[in-house]
Structures are given as structure tokens and as C-alpha cells.
């Protein structure tokens, strides 16, 4: 062995022997990351086999441990004891779980009842079936044992004396068990000739009831055997017990078990034969975002319902809009009392219930029918009491839902009202191992590193589906673990693992960067030094927070002031990409809204209307366009609830959404100052000047180009006066519309006129193309 291959080994050797430390301490390593990075590094050394081998043997038992004798922990083993097939660890494993496999032998040991009063017929055909079982029986038997003594040699070597003693007991079972089924068959035997014959006495056959109550004890000590010497067959847990198995939920956690014991208590004083005139409401209203585990919470509720004998059955109707409202008068109805019925007994789980009271809905739309219908039963003598009903959905919705309902309302006490928070990233990261595990891998520790950056990058608004997002994450991490690892080359490690490779988005990268669209504009030097300062600022605190120094907290809001046409919009969107490219916005879009997006038409409206709107803009920018608008003395005026809503859901959200006003300064200062809070959230205005005629005229130039068209130079030359000498409204609204027009000029102009063997002349705009464009818009706004 040469100098550098004694050096690795002995590398591996001071890392395995502190892993052995702690697994002879605890009994399983803790981070099983440590032993899955040193297989990758190892996997394909031939050398290293007897490393492999070590390795994987601490990776089974520390599945064992943790979860059990899962296909997993098999598969580690099969693995250990193909590397080395003198692994100690490994071999004492599958000797344990080895021994374990014996314990369903006498599982299909039955014997058929035998009665002496039987008739003759009877008596003979239960005689030639105890003879053929006994030969079938006393087959396997040996079968077994012949394993067992095998299987006793293998493990002599590898486990502890209690296991050896128990491989003994078995055996000395089964030899027991030979020989009274010998015996048995013996007797069955003769039991049959006697039946044969013409004088039969009762002996043959207590022979036989005595050699079969033998065979029966031996079955006894055998599964008593088992009983003691493996861990104890879990049982089926309660729904308390599952619950708490449940991760994260602790609040829910807490309310549930208070809920559980109320019912106990109430249980135990109708057992006092105390009065209880007003029974407790069965019925729930569990809220929360998407994948936050209401339809789970709703089954245990049944489950409760049913161990504590409120409700006879466990069973979970679930129904959704879809399923209840019918497209004809008496359809709905219908529906909804046969899913009643069916529920009857057991829970109607009725899910996003908020949608069937629809915003504006017309007279063909049955929602309000579900809700009446629905009501109506829940209080007729023949269904009350013997049902319960959950309704889940997003909380204001569900809320608002509820308040709009009276009748619906006081059926569901507000000490029924569960909300179910998001997942912290942590618990997610949890579930997501759990969920790999189902399938039978693990994830490394690069790959918990990609997965956590996903789902904060997922985490944007209230659709986010916490556990079904993550689901989603890991389902598509196994694809891409599928569709790239090579067959032909199969290390274990690629069928029972997840890296960070298999959870890295592959993003298409622009073509051209948002700092390079910014550069390109044409003029806004000030603006763009501007906004390159603010991006400079959020970078260098995303910085300070990644070397865990403290961080000056960031506010993006900005106030866009100018006339109309000077790039407020176009900035505003470039300004969003560079938000997204250094990090702080998850998703870099930009919605653009205006008054009518916000106002509504009546009380409470507004809100709604403005809290949606910002729910589509999380993530990215707000850019609300004439957003003084917004602002009016009017006392019946519903700006102003736009403006408390917007001030309260930017405090909300704070990082996650960055709004930008556009309009013109005064009235753009008014709207500031009729409300500190909304003044207070702005620390930055740019003002956009107004183009130059130089400024304009590249604009011009380069908006044709887009296209395939070009100015001639005596258009040029007329343009720059025009520029100069008219004051022209629109600034970059007036570029784009003139070269529009011109191009309908050109178009008019050419078609007029034979264009054979003359095609470049299709992209020239000449002078009157130019002058007759600008004739038209000055027409127009005049």
C-alpha cells in the first residue's frame, strides 16, 4: 500500500471509529448525513469495500432504531453484508431480524374440530384430513427447522447469548412439535381403520384430542417465545396518539386534547346520571392555508367523535362545492340531504365552504340553496345531533363566510373554530425527510440546504400548500434522481438517496440582465444612478445578514413622480427583476393597478378588493398608476379605506411586497400627506423629467428599429426640428404612437404604388410619412 493510499485509510479510519463511538453510546447515529457523505466518497473504491461495508451496516442499525425494520433498513443490510460478508455489526443485525421471520410458523398450524358425536361418514372425512395435515404440517416443521439450525450456526459467532438462547428454544419447539404431530398422525390413523371397522372405541380418539391439545401448547410457547424476545407489535394508536405524532400543529395539539378531555368529562357525568340540557356543539370550522393538514385534522375529529361514543361510525364524508350545488331547482336539494344521509352517524366534511356564497352571484346559482338546505337539516328532529358537519377554508374567507350566514353561524360556537398556521420552514424540511422515507430514501445534507431554499422561495402568499408544495418538491427531486442516474452503473446510493443536484430548479436565465435593461434606456441618468443605489443598499444587507451582522432594515417603497410617458412603468418593472435578482422578491413580477382595482362599490367591499389585489402583487411590486387618485375629501369616498388597507397590508408583508405610487408630484404629496402611516412607508421619490428632443428622437429611432424600420436622414433631420421647436405631450407615449402612425403612413403611401424589385423600401419611413403622423396626433389632442 502506497504513502498516499495509507494516508486515506487512515483518514477513514479516525472517522469511522468516532462514528462507532456513537453508535456503541447511543445505539444509532444521530446524523445519518455523516455516514451517507463518506459513502459518496467511497462508493466506487474497490479498495474500501471493508468501509462500505462498516458504513452501511450503522446506516441499518440506526434505521432500526429510528423507524424500524422498514425495506430501508433491508436494504442497508443486504448491502453491508455484500461488501463484506464478515461484517460483525451487520451479521448480528441479520441474525436478529433473521430470527424474527421465524415467528409466523405455526401461524397456519389448524386443525379442523373433532366431535364424537359425529356420525360415521362425518367422523371418517375429519380423520383423513387430520392424517393429510399432519404430513403437510410435520413438512414444514422440518423445513424450519433445518433453516433455524442454519441460521443458529450463522448467528453463533455474531449475537449475544439471549439470542442464541432463544434460536434454541425454537428449536427445541419444533422438535416437541415433530413428534406430537408423529404422534397425531399416529392416532388419526388408527382413529380411521376403527371408524373402517365394525366396532370403534372412544380411545383412538381421545388419543387424538390429547396429541392435538399438545401441538396446540406448543403453538402457545412458541408465540410466547416470539411475544417476549421481539419488540412488541405496535398497536393501533388513538387519534390523540396520532395526532401528537403529527409534526408541528402544538396549539392545535393543545386545543385537541382539551376538546378530548371535555368529552371525556361529559361522558363520565352522564354516567353519574347527571343532567346535561345543553349538549356540546360536534360541529367545527377549521381554517387555514392550503396543505396545513384540515383534511387530516378533520378524520381525527371523527375518530375522536367515535372512541369516545359521541358518533357510532369513524367514517368522513367529503364533499366540496362541486358535489352539493345542482344546475336545477330541486337538484340542490337533493344533494345535499343524500350527502347528509350518507353522513349519518359519522362527519359531513364540507371543504373551501366559503365558495358557496359567491361574491355577486346571480339568481341560477345555487349556493345560497346548499347553505338554507344545509341549515334546514341540521336543525330537523330526524338529523340533528346524529351528524356532525366540518367546514374548512382560507380564514378571512371562511370568516366572512360565516358572518354573512347567521343561521349557519350559530351552529358553529366560536370555541369550534380551529385555524391551522403555515408550517415553519423547519417542520417542512421534517415532513419532506418523512415523505422521502415513505419512498425509501434519504436526502443529504446538500439536498435539506436546496430544499430549504425552494420552499422560501415558495413561501410567498397564502396559496403557498405548505405539505403539498413540499410533496410536490420531493416527488419531482425522485424524477430527476430517476431520470439521470445511468443503469448500467448502480451504486446503492443512487436509488436510496436525494442530493442537492436532484432539488435545484433549473431556471432559464434572461437573455439580457435587468441591470443591462436598465443601462439601455434611453436618458434617466439620475433615475438610473438612483435606482442602482437602492438595489446597492438591499444587496449590501442581504450581505451583512449572510455574515450574521445586524441588518439595517429594508424599505423598497418608492414614490415615482412624473408626467405621463417618462418611464415611470418601464423602470418600475426593471426595478422589480433587480429586487428578485438580489434576492429580497421571491417571484419579480409587477402588477400595475388603478383606482377602479381598489374602490368598490359598497361598505366592506373596498377591502376585499384591495387585500386581493396586494395578495397577486406578494412577491413582487405594487405599482399603482395615478395613485392620487386613491386620495378625496369626500366623506362617502372608499379611497381612503384603500389607503388604511394598503398602509396595514405593506406592515404586514414587509418584505415580501414593494409598492410603487406613480403621478404627478403635487397631487402625488397631497396623498402623502393624508395619511402619516402610508408618508411613513415611503422614503424615496424620483422625479422623471421629461425627455429632451434628443432624448425623444432616439427613442423614436430605436422603437422603429424593434420593428425593421428606419428613419431616412432627411426625416431625421425634419424630426429634430419638430422636436425642438413643438412642445409635445406624451414624452415616450408621443415617441411609440408617432412611429404607430407612421408606419400606417408608409403603409398607405407604398401599397399606392408598385413596390416590384423595390422591397427596401419597406422598412425606410420617409419625411411625410413622419409629418402626416404628427398631423394626426396633433389633431387628436387638441
Same mark, same amino acid.
Given at each position: 500500500?502506497?504513502?498516499?493510499?495509507?494516508? *486515506?485509510?487512515?483518514?477513514?479510519?479516525?472517522?469511522?471509529?468516532?462514528?462507532?463511538?456513537?453508535?456503541?453510546?447511543?445505539?444509532?447515529?444521530?446524523?445519518?448525513?455523516?455516514?451517507?457523505?463518506?459513502?459518496?466518497?467511497?462508493?466506487?473504491?474497490?479498495?474500501?469495500?471493508?468501509?462500505?461495508?462498516?458504513?452501511?451496516?450503522?446506516?441499518?442499525?440506526?434505521?432500526?432504531?429510528?423507524?424500524?425494520?422498514?425495506?430501508?433498513?433491508?436494504?442497508?443490510?443486504?448491502?453491508?453484508?455484500?461488501?463484506?460478508?464478515?461484517?460483525?455489526?451487520?451479521?448480528?443485525?441479520?441474525?436478529?431480524?433473521?430470527?424474527?421471520?421465524?415467528?409466523?410458523?405455526?401461524?397456519?398450524?389448524?386443525?379442523?374440530?373433532?366431535?364424537?358425536?359425529?356420525?360415521?361418514?362425518?367422523?371418517?372425512?375429519?380423520?383423513?384430513?387430520?392424517?393429510?395435515?399432519?404430513?403437510?404440517?410435520?413438512?414444514?416443521?422440518?423445513?424450519?427447522?433445518?433453516?433455524?439450525?442454519?441460521?443458529?450456526?450463522?448467528?453463533?459467532?455474531?449475537?449475544?447469548?439471549?439470542?442464541?438462547?432463544?434460536?434454541?428454544?425454537?428449536?427445541?419447539?419444533?422438535?416437541?412439535?415433530?413428534?406430537?404431530?408423529?404422534?397425531?398422525?399416529?392416532?388419526?390413523?388408527?382413529?380411521?381403520?376403527?371408524?373402517?371397522?365394525?366396532?370403534?372405541?372412544?380411545?383412538?380418539?381421545?388419543?387424538?384430542?390429547?396429541?392435538?391439545?399438545?401441538?396446540?401448547?406448543?403453538?402457545?410457547?412458541?408465540?410466547?417465545?416470539?411475544?417476549?424476545?421481539?419488540?412488541?407489535?405496535?398497536?393501533?394508536?388513538?387519534?390523540?396518539?396520532?395526532?401528537?405524532?403529527?409534526?408541528?400543529?402544538?396549539?392545535?395539539?393543545?386545543?385537541?386534547?382539551?376538546?378530548?378531555?371535555?368529552?371525556?368529562?361529559?361522558?363520565?357525568?352522564?354516567?353519574?346520571?347527571?343532567?346535561?340540557?345543553?349538549?356540546?356543539?360536534?360541529?367545527?370550522?377549521?381554517?387555514?392555508?392550503?396543505?396545513?393538514?384540515?383534511?387530516?385534522?378533520?378524520?381525527?375529529?371523527?375518530?375522536?367523535?367515535?372512541?369516545?361514543?359521541?358518533?357510532?361510525?369513524?367514517?368522513?364524508?367529503?364533499?366540496?362545492?362541486?358535489?352539493?350545488?345542482?344546475?336545477?331547482?330541486?337538484?340542490?336539494?337533493?344533494?345535499?340531504?343524500?350527502?347528509?344521509?350518507?353522513?349519518?352517524?359519522?362527519?359531513?366534511?364540507?371543504?373551501?365552504?366559503?365558495?358557496?356564497?359567491r361574491e355577486g352571484q346571480s339568481g341560477n346559482d345555487y349556493g345560497q340553496t346548499v347553505i338554507d338546505t344545509l341549515v334546514s337539516l341540521m336543525s330537523n328532529q330526524k338529523y340533528a345531533g346524529k351528524f356532525a358537519v366540518i367546514l374548512a377554508g382560507y380564514p378571512d374567507e371562511t370568516r366572512q363566510f360565516l358572518q354573512a350566514n347567521p343561521g349557519l353561524r350559530s351552529r358553529f360556537p366560536q370555541s369550534n373554530h380551529f385555524q391551522l398556521p403555515d408550517y415553519t420552514t423547519e417542520e417542512l424540511l421534517q415532513l419532506?425527510?418523512?415523505?422521502?422515507?415513505?419512498?425509501?430514501?434519504?436526502?443529504?445534507?446538500?439536498?435539506?440546504?436546496?430544499?430549504?431554499?425552494?420552499?422560501?422561495?415558495?413561501?410567498?402568499?397564502?396559496?403557498?400548500?405548505?405539505?403539498?408544495?413540499?410533496?410536490?418538491?420531493?416527488?419531482?427531486?425522485?424524477?430527476?434522481?430517476?431520470?439521470?442516474?445511468?443503469?448500467?452503473?448502480?451504486?446503492?446510493?443512487?436509488?436510496?438517496?436525494?442530493?442537492?443536484?436532484?432539488?435545484?430548479?433549473?431556471?432559464?436565465?434572461?437573455?439580457?440582465?435587468?441591470?443591462?435593461?436598465?443601462?439601455?434606456?434611453?436618458?434617466?441618468?439620475?433615475?438610473?444612478?438612483?435606482?442602482?443605489?437602492?438595489?446597492?443598499?438591499?444587496?449590501? *444587507?442581504?450581505?451583512?445578514?449572510?455574515?450574521?451582522?445586524?441588518?439595517?432594515?429594508?424599505?423598497?417603497?418608492?414614490?415615482?413622480?412624473?408626467?405621463?410617458?417618462?418611464?415611470?412603468?418601464?423602470?418600475?418593472?426593471?426595478?422589480?427583476?433587480?429586487?428578485?435578482?438580489?434576492?429580497?422578491?421571491?417571484?419579480?413580477?409587477?402588477?400595475?393597478?388603478?383606482?377602479?382595482d381598489f374602490v368598490g362599490e359598497y361598505v366592506g367591499q373596498t377591502a376585499i378588493k384591495t387585500k386581493k389585489k396586494i395578495r397577486e402583487a406578494l412577491g413582487g411590486v405594487l405599482f399603482i398608476d395615478e395613485a392620487y387618485s386613491l386620495f378625496s375629501k369626500s366623506e362617502n369616498d372608499f379611497g381612503k379605506e384603500v389607503i388604511d388597507t394598503l398602509v396595514e397590508e405593506m406592515t404586514k408583508h414587509n418584505e415580501n411586497l414593494v409598492v410603487v405610487l406613480a403621478g404627478y408630484s403635487k397631487e402625488m404629496n397631497r396623498?402623502?400627506?393624508?395619511?402619516?402611516?402610508?408618508?411613513?412607508?415611503?422614503?424615496?421619490?424620483?422625479?422623471?423629467?421629461?425627455?429632451?428632443?434628443?432624448?425623444?428622437?432616439?427613442?423614436?429611432?430605436?422603437?422603429?428599429?424593434?420593428?425593421?424600420?428606419?428613419?431616412?436622414?432627411?426625416?431625421?433631420?425634419?424630426?429634430?426640428?419638430?422636436?425642438?421647436?413643438?412642445?409635445?405631450?406624451?414624452?415616450?407615449?408621443?415617441?411609440?404612437?408617432?412611429?404607430?402612425?407612421?408606419?400606417?403612413?408608409?403603409?398607405?403611401?407604398?401599397?399606392?404604388?408598385?413596390?416590384?424589385?423595390?422591397? *427596401?423600401?419597406?422598412?425606410?419611413?420617409?419625411?411625410?410619412?413622419?409629418?402626416?403622423?404628427?398631423?394626426?396626433?396633433?389633431?387628436?389632442?387638441?
Amino acid at each position: 500500500m502506497n504513502t498516499r493510499n495509507k494516508h *486515506q485509510h487512515h483518514d477513514y479510519d479516525v472517522k469511522i471509529k468516532e462514528l462507532t463511538e456513537e453508535i456503541n453510546e447511543k445505539g444509532y447515529i444521530n446524523d445519518l448525513h455523516k455516514i451517507m457523505a463518506l459513502l459518496a466518497e467511497i462508493e466506487n473504491i474497490q479498495s474500501l469495500a471493508s468501509y462500505q461495508s462498516e458504513l452501511f451496516s450503522m446506516l441499518a442499525k440506526s434505521q432500526k432504531f429510528l423507524h424500524g425494520e422498514d425495506s430501508l433498513y433491508e436494504t442497508w443490510l443486504r448491502e453491508a453484508v455484500r461488501s463484506d460478508a464478515n461484517n460483525k455489526r451487520a451479521n448480528e443485525l441479520l441474525a436478529s431480524s433473521g430470527w424474527k421471520k421465524y415467528s409466523e410458523v405455526f401461524s397456519v398450524i389448524e386443525f379442523p374440530l373433532i366431535r364424537e358425536t359425529d356420525n360415521r361418514t362425518a367422523k371418517k372425512k375429519v380423520a383423513e384430513e387430520y392424517i393429510y395435515l399432519c404430513g403437510k404440517y410435520m413438512e414444514r416443521i422440518m423445513e424450519q427447522r433445518s433453516k433455524l439450525e442454519e441460521s443458529l450456526k450463522q448467528a453463533n459467532n455474531h449475537v449475544e447469548d439471549g439470542t442464541i438462547k432463544n434460536y434454541k428454544a425454537a428449536i427445541t419447539l419444533l422438535s416437541e412439535a415433530s413428534e406430537e404431530l408423529t404422534e397425531l398422525l399416529q392416532a388419526a390413523k388408527e382413529y380411521e381403520e376403527s371408524i373402517s371397522g365394525v366396532f370403534h372405541t372412544a380411545t383412538h380418539f381421545n388419543d387424538m384430542k390429547e396429541h392435538l391439545d399438545r401441538v396446540m401448547k406448543v403453538k402457545k410457547q412458541w408465540n410466547a417465545l416470539f411475544q417476549t424476545s421481539m419488540d412488541v407489535l405496535t398497536q393501533p394508536k388513538d387519534a390523540l396518539a396520532e395526532l401528537q405524532s403529527m409534526i408541528g400543529l402544538a396549539e392545535v395539539k393543545n386545543r385537541m386534547n382539551e376538546y378530548y378531555r371535555f368529552l371525556q368529562y361529559q361522558n363520565k357525568r352522564k354516567e353519574l346520571g347527571l343532567q346535561i340540557r345543553d349538549e356540546l356543539s360536534l360541529n367545527m370550522v377549521l381554517t387555514g392555508n392550503p396543505g396545513t393538514g384540515k383534511t387530516t385534522i378533520a378524520r381525527l375529529l371523527a375518530k375522536i367523535y367515535y372512541e369516545l361514543g359521541v358518533l357510532p361510525r369513524e367514517e368522513v364524508i367529503e364533499v366540496d362545492r362541486s358535489q352539493l350545488v345542482g344546475s336545477f331547482i330541486g337538484q340542490t336539494e337533493e344533494r345535499v340531504q343524500n350527502a347528509v344521509e350518507k353522513s349519518l352517524g359519522g362527519v359531513l366534511f364540507i371543504d373551501e365552504a366559503y365558495s358557496l356564497k359567491r361574491e355577486g352571484q346571480s339568481g341560477n346559482d345555487y349556493g345560497q340553496t346548499v347553505i338554507d338546505t344545509l341549515v334546514s337539516l341540521m336543525s330537523n328532529q330526524k338529523y340533528a345531533g346524529k351528524f356532525a358537519v366540518i367546514l374548512a377554508g382560507y380564514p378571512d374567507e371562511t370568516r366572512q363566510f360565516l358572518q354573512a350566514n347567521p343561521g349557519l353561524r350559530s351552529r358553529f360556537p366560536q370555541s369550534n373554530h380551529f385555524q391551522l398556521p403555515d408550517y415553519t420552514t423547519e417542520e417542512l424540511l421534517q415532513l419532506a425527510e418523512g415523505m422521502a422515507r415513505d419512498n425509501d430514501y434519504l436526502m443529504t445534507k446538500d439536498a435539506k440546504m436546496e430544499l430549504e431554499m425552494r420552499i422560501e422561495a415558495e413561501k410567498v402568499d397564502e396559496t403557498f400548500g405548505n405539505a403539498r408544495t413540499v410533496r410536490s418538491i420531493v416527488n419531482d427531486a425522485i424524477f430527476k434522481r430517476g431520470a439521470r442516474t445511468d443503469l448500467d452503473e448502480n451504486p446503492i446510493l443512487h436509488y436510496t438517496s436525494l442530493t442537492g443536484e436532484d432539488f435545484r430548479r433549473n431556471e432559464l436565465k434572461p437573455t439580457i440582465s435587468p441591470g443591462e435593461k436598465l443601462g439601455l434606456l434611453v436618458g434617466l441618468d439620475e433615475i438610473k444612478k438612483e435606482v442602482q443605489a437602492i438595489i446597492a443598499f438591499v444587496e449590501m *444587507q442581504q450581505l451583512r445578514r449572510n455574515y450574521g451582522l445586524q441588518a439595517v432594515p429594508i424599505q423598497s417603497h418608492t414614490v415615482f413622480t412624473g408626467n405621463p410617458g417618462t418611464g415611470k412603468t418601464t423602470v418600475a418593472k426593471i426595478y422589480s427583476e433587480l429586487l428578485k435578482e438580489t434576492g429580497l422578491l421571491k417571484r419579480g413580477h409587477m402588477i400595475v393597478a388603478g383606482r377602479s382595482d381598489f374602490v368598490g362599490e359598497y361598505v366592506g367591499q373596498t377591502a376585499i378588493k384591495t387585500k386581493k389585489k396586494i395578495r397577486e402583487a406578494l412577491g413582487g411590486v405594487l405599482f399603482i398608476d395615478e395613485a392620487y387618485s386613491l386620495f378625496s375629501k369626500s366623506e362617502n369616498d372608499f379611497g381612503k379605506e384603500v389607503i388604511d388597507t394598503l398602509v396595514e397590508e405593506m406592515t404586514k408583508h414587509n418584505e415580501n411586497l414593494v409598492v410603487v405610487l406613480a403621478g404627478y408630484s403635487k397631487e402625488m404629496n397631497r396623498l402623502l400627506e393624508s395619511n402619516p402611516g402610508l408618508r411613513s412607508r415611503f422614503r424615496k421619490f424620483i422625479h422623471f423629467p421629461d425627455y429632451t428632443a434628443e432624448e425623444l428622437l432616439q427613442i423614436i429611432e430605436n422603437y422603429a428599429v424593434q420593428y425593421q424600420y428606419k428613419l431616412e436622414d432627411q426625416a431625421i433631420s425634419w424630426l429634430n426640428e419638430y422636436l425642438t421647436n413643438h412642445l409635445v405631450k406624451g414624452n415616450g407615449r408621443f415617441a411609440t404612437s408617432l412611429v404607430d402612425e407612421a408606419i400606417q403612413e408608409q403603409a398607405m403611401r407604398i401599397m399606392n404604388k408598385s413596390i416590384e424589385n423595390n422591397s *427596401q423600401n419597406l422598412t425606410i419611413l420617409m419625411t411625410e410619412d413622419l409629418r402626416k403622423a404628427a398631423e394626426k396626433i396633433g389633431k387628436s389632442e387638441m
